[in-house]
């Protein structure tokens, strides 16, 4: 890293499911926001979403989300397969 800007952050407002690449939520993690302009049923991320955010495919080993927010799932592109 060569610069940062760091402020407060308030999940009350725009809460965000922090995703992590290993264990016990560590490691390489990238954050995924609730857009409250979006008129669909929640935000949607796609893989193209998550590898731009810096996920490589399939390095998902936990997850933090916000108290009152929940987040759902798919083992494949598109919303397909277990969730």
Do not use: Q
Not at 15 to 40: H, K, L, Q
Not at 51 to 74: C, F, I, Q, T
């Amino acid at each position: 890293m060569s610069s940062a800007i760091l402020g407060p952050y308030d999940p009350r407002d725009i809460g965000a499911v922090t995703i992590f690449e290993d264990g016990d939520c560590s490691g390489a993690s990238a954050r995924f926001y609730w857009d409250p302009d979006n008129e669909m049923n929640g935000t949607h991320y796609n893989n193209e979403d998550m590898m731009y955010a810096g996920l490589r495919n399939d390095s998902m080993h936990s997850l933090m989300v916000p108290k009152g927010y929940l987040v759902e799932l798919y083992e494949h592109a598109g919303f397909n397969g277990r969730m």
